[in-house]
């Protein structure tokens, strides 16, 4: 257990002393203050006269050493160095007592009240307290035939000394506070970039993945229909739509970004769009709702994956999709049924990576849904369920 408690120990934190902590116009009324009390102190010694001669060339070398003092004692405090600073207050000390002996009595007043306050405002209390007292001490012990003015004056002082050093703190809290604040803000801000590349990238990915695999599937069929003789027509047939899939996967990859940005057409829209290109038949229950950016990507790439499947795996079969607005969330169900005999072909189906609809169930489960898809009736469906 600490001999001392650590507010004692603990020294006056940087922020609330340095001039970048201080407004303007604090920071001008402090420079201010102090050139005032350095021309009063000239003045007050040399004005009426008593130093002349060597007397007033030692007075001159005792404000140069206190002044001099007082600024290795701010530098020194300010880096944290106690020794240095223990040292300046103790050269502090020394001048003012040779000032108070030799008659410069406004010097030596000034040196030990100003001593006192600053090493209230500026050092850790275990240190500050004994060299304030012995600052105060020795003002209270040379000017005592007026105790009540004394008294009274040191006292002020001590506590403008205790406010100052409370107020530096408090400083210094609110400059660390609002440090740690930038700071949080600059993660927050650099999370959030991150957040945004991460979306993009996935959102690429996802655009470029689906339309790859449609354009495999086209050649893979175009290759094997090539194998089997077909026509020319039929293998054109399939080029073609493998070229009109990679358009439409730029096209997608520039709706996916405009979608990111805001800029979504609405997913009832896409998916009349989709269903008709694909033959497919679209039924929408319950009234359409505004979606936002994440859940409406979400919806469009799960049905263009569901639709991929059905090319690779069920060619010729008979799909439906229904879109579903039920409170809270959204539905998708695309539904496909058994392929006609002699469509399905093993060769194509192996076309892909085979992590379409993992990726789908991964983004569904991001935006706190559900995706589910299994044989259903001969054939196969697939139900995305999403909070909107």
């Known amino acids: 257990m600490p001999l001392l408690p650590t507010g004692w120990t603990r020294w006056p934190p940087r922020e609330g002393l340095n001039r970048e902590a201080q407004s303007p116009a604090r920071a001008t009324l402090m420079l201010l203050t102090r050139l005032v009390l350095l021309v009063v102190l000239v003045w007050g010694t040399y004005s009426r006269g008593h130093f002349t001669g060597w007397h007033a060339v030692w007075a001159g070398a005792g404000l140069v050493a206190a002044v001099a003092s007082a600024v290795v004692f701010f530098r020194y405090t300010l880096a944290h160095r106690l020794g240095p600073g223990i040292a300046a207050a103790a050269g502090l000390l020394a001048v003012a007592t040779t000032a108070e002996w030799g008659h410069a009595y406004l010097l030596s007043d000034m040196v030990w009240l100003g001593l006192g306050v600053i090493a209230l405002v500026r050092l850790p ?4 307290v004994p060299t304030a007292g012995a600052a105060f001490g020795s003002y209270t012990l040379a000017s005592w035939d007026s105790w009540l003015g004394v008294t ?14 409370l107020d530096a703190e408090a400083r210094g809290t609110a400059h660390r506070l609002l440090a740690q604040e930038r700071a949080a803000r600059a993660a927050e801000a650099e999370s959030a970039a991150l957040a945004e590349r991460a979306r993009i990238a996935r959102e690429i990915h996802d655009v470029l993945a689906h339309s790859l695999s449609a354009q495999l599937v086209h050649l893979e069929a175009a ?9 020319r027509e039929q293998v054109r047939e399939r080029v073609v739509a493998a070229r009109r899939m990679a358009q439409d996967g730029l096209a997608e990859t520039r709706q996916a970004l405009s979608a ?15 269903t008709q290109r694909e033959g497919a038949v679209l039924t929408v229950e319950g009234t359409a709702a505004p979606l936002d950016a994440e859940t409406g990507l979400a919806v469009r790439r799960t049905a263009q ?3 991929t499947n059905v090319r690779k795996h069920a060619p010729g079969s008979r799909v439906t999709v229904r879109l579903a607005y039920p409170e809270g969330a959204v539905e998708l169900e695309v539904r496909n049924s058994r392929p006609p005999r002699g469509e399905a072909s093993g060769e194509l189906a192996s076309a892909g990576s085979g992590y379409g609809l993992l990726g789908m169930r991964e983004r569904a489960e991001l935006l706190g849904g559900t995706l589910v898809a299994g044989p259903d009736e001969g054939g196969w469906r697939v139900l995305l369920r999403v909070p909107r």
């Open 223 to 231: 290759r094997l229909m090539l194998d089997g003789g077909a026509s």
């Open 125 to 128: 209390l275990v240190y500050a």
């Open 152 to 165: 009274s004056t040191v006292g002020g002082l001590a506590l403008l000394g205790y406010l100052l050093r």
């Open 260 to 274: 990111l940005r805001g800029e979504f057409t609405p997913v009832g829209e896409f998916l009349a769009g989709l």
């Open 305 to 307: 994956e569901a639709f």
